[in-house]
């Protein structure tokens, strides 16, 4: 142990290229709407909470499972500040890390979706085809919540 810690810094370690994707889209609905729209559409897309989170059903360890192509796939809640902000972790993947981030900024009637995720892809290519199927997945996604956000919007205007 004491010559780890006399050769700490010694060296420097290698630098991390962590891939960043960000989607963003203007909400058509006030933010607390549009966040419990998201927290509703995931679990409807992934078939239900294998573990429901504090609180009940989306909050802090929430975890759903789905299936993507030949990709087994566990998301879970790792922060949960409702309506502001969402964080999870992603297993399953070809890669080393998946960390997504969703955040709800207030316009007005309408609000602004941030949906940033933060890849650690493996080193030798083998995250690349994954790479793109997550952005166009979260583009997909993003565009769903705000047909979505519309559809409640109208419904509430009534």
Request: proline share 7%; aromatic share 8%; net charge negative.
């Amino acid at each position: 142990m004491a010559d780890r810690q006399e050769n700490l810094g010694a060296e420097p370690r290698p630098k991390k290229e962590y891939v960043t994707i960000v989607v963003e889209r203007e909400v058509p609905a006030p933010r607390a709407a549009a966040f419990d729209a998201l927290c509703t559409l995931i679990s409807e897309r992934a078939g239900g909470y294998v573990t429901e989170g504090d609180p009940a059903p989306h909050g802090l360890g929430a975890r759903v499972e789905f299936t993507v192509g030949d990709l087994h796939l566990a998301e879970q809640v790792i922060s949960f500040e409702p309506p502001w902000r969402r964080v999870y972790e992603l297993t399953g993947a070809p890669v080393v890390l998946y960390q997504g981030t969703t955040v709800f900024t207030d316009r007005g009637e309408t609000c602004l979706m941030a949906w940033s995720l933060v890849i650690d892809p493996l080193p030798d290519g083998g995250s690349d085809r994954f790479l793109v199927a997550a952005e166009t997945f979260l583009d997909d996604f993003a565009d769903a919540l705000v047909t979505r956000a519309k559809i409640i919007s109208l419904s509430t205007s009534d």
